[in-house]
């Protein structure tokens, strides 16, 4: 843009009679400077102000879809009966919001939002479940098939600067259901338990963990806190024949909240990668992180995005599955959400969605296309977003 406009003066200036035509030419070959294409954010009408969201895979949002609140899914009057319904492929993707008044479940027939309204009590009901017994109050946990992993022994110790303090954890605690060998007599299913440390002078801090598969094996990824101001990111995983232990971690990072994880995904194309976010107090930056073994090695960093601040639990991120996947997040000030694509490395923001309002409560992607976003103002609003 520098040489862009450099050139644009030097043409401009009362010398331009004298310009080399090798700076003429120079201008025309710049590139056009291109914005990315927008797609707007339309609210949904709810009949209550939303002040908490979770998203598919969530604790909630699998309940929910397994409980029978939502309307049987149907197969269309072509569909195959021999290939079964959608309800035999698992619980359906779904978008959970509530407040003080009401709660809905958000889903899709077809191409199609569906809202489901439902009490605000039950939903509450499900999220309770997030935080099993033992763990940090308010803290939600991660499961993925037979792994569970959550937050234990809350602490105020490195607890951020004062008037700022939050809860972080002393343990991250991993149960893993045990395979049982097949018996006539009923009987309970074994669970391996491990607590894990983060180190001298460390505490875990108050963010969800996330499990996913990492060099092809099962990974739970925590962030711990050093000092009043300083983050890293740490990955557990379970070396052959050991238990679990923490693996790998990042150089600590200064902030003004501790670092959040964006989402887990093979971005560049490269293998799993796990984006997180680096919030300062002149907005933030984007990290991409690529594991190897013991280490995780930084891809790629970029500023001009938001993440969750300190003690704030809401996921502001979400990951639109494709080859490779692409990345939906705020743009520093949460005016609007960026739809970014990480292929070979290299960022390319592929749409923005501006806001009515600031993201605020989550942002969820129901399907590669249809994004919902929880806004400051108590609404929800939805994009479709080009595959």
């Avoid at 339309?42 to 397994?66: I, N």
Wanted: with cysteine; hydrophobic share 45%.
């Amino acid at each position: 843009m520098c040489d862009r406009r450099a050139a644009l003066a030097a043409l401009l200036a009362p010398t331009t009679a004298l310009l080399a035509p090798t700076a003429l030419l120079a201008l025309v070959a710049l590139p056009a400077l291109a914005e990315p294409a927008t797609v707007q954010a339309q609210p949904l009408d709810l009949p209550f102000r939303v002040t908490a969201m979770r998203g598919p895979g969530s604790e909630v949002a699998l309940a929910v879809a397994t409980s029978g609140l939502l309307p049987v899914a149907r197969a269309g009057a072509g569909a195959d009966p021999k290939r079964g319904s959608k309800a035999d492929e698992g619980p359906r993707p779904v978008v959970v919001v509530w407040g003080e008044g009401g709660g809905a479940v958000i889903d899709l027939d077809g191409e199609r939002l569906r809202t489901t309204l439902v009490g605000s009590e039950a939903i509450e009901g499900f999220a309770a479940a997030e935080t099993p017994r033992g763990a940090v109050p308010g803290s939600r946990m991660a499961q993925d098939g037979p792994l569970r992993a959550y937050l234990t022994g809350p602490t105020r110790a490195l607890g951020g600067a004062p008037g700022r303090e939050t809860i972080h954890a002393a343990g991250l605690t991993i149960r893993e259901r045990q395979p049982i060998g097949v018996t006539a007599e009923p009987k309970a299913v074994p669970v391996a338990t491990a607590t894990l440390t983060p180190g001298p002078d460390q505490v875990f801090a108050g963010r969800a963990p996330r499990i996913a598969t990492l060099d092809g094996r099962p990974a739970v990824i925590a962030v711990t806190v050093q000092g009043p101001a300083e983050s890293s990111l740490v990955v557990a995983a379970k070396e052959k024949d050991a238990g679990w232990s923490l693996t790998a971690r990042t150089p600590p990072q200064a902030g003004s909240a501790p670092l959040s994880v964006a989402g887990i995904a093979a971005f560049s194309g490269a293998g799993s990668e796990i984006a997180a976010v680096r919030t300062t107090e002149g907005g933030g930056e984007l990290q991409l992180w690529r594991p190897s073994g013991s280490t995780l090695t930084q891809a790629g960093a970029w500023s001009g995005y938001a993440g969750p601040d300190a003690g704030e639990a809401a996921s502001l991120a979400a990951v639109l599955p494709g080859e490779p996947a692409s990345l939906v997040l705020p743009l520093a000030g949460r005016n609007a959400l960026a739809v970014l694509s990480l292929k070979g490395g290299a960022l390319v923001e592929r749409l923005r969605i501006p806001l009515p309002a600031p993201a605020a409560h989550g942002v969820a992607a129901l399907s590669p296309q249809k994004v919902l976003v929880g806004l400051a103002d108590g609404r929800l609003a939805a994009a479709t977003v080009a595959p």
